[in-house]
């Protein structure tokens, strides 16, 4: 597979979280090609997603190092490892979840700009629900924390 970074121009749903990527923000393209060369499906990805679902297949790779990868999630402020049995619902909701806190992140950053700050307000709520919710299904990621 060819994979490359660019501007997204037309807005369109992430492989990865199954939610839209908006326009004008970066995509990860993939392109799959078939039968030697002659067809190719494109694939896109938010970014974070592109890195979230290539780690989330290592353990299925394992590490030759140390037969581990290394903590990204964090429950109650204590690291723990990416290598969470969970069951297929609730990495589904994972998912779900991640994409719901990337498009407020991407609305707060629009409303900042537009000194929106009751909606500022809205997003902080609503982004301090989607922490609750995916504290129970696998933690939530380190990144998230430091924004809160
Ligand atoms: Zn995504």
Redesign the pocket.
Known sequence: MDIWIRWCHKSSK??????Q?EKHTPVVIGKLWIRSRRFFYIIR??P??WVDQGIAALPEYESPYTGKIPGTLSVNGEARSTHVVMSDEERLAR?RL??RW?QYRFRMRKAVEANNMEYVQVLVDKMRLVVEEIEKVGGVPNRWLEML
């Open positions: 992430c492989r990865h979280c199954g939610e990527i990805w938010h974070q997603c998912k991640v994409g990337r």
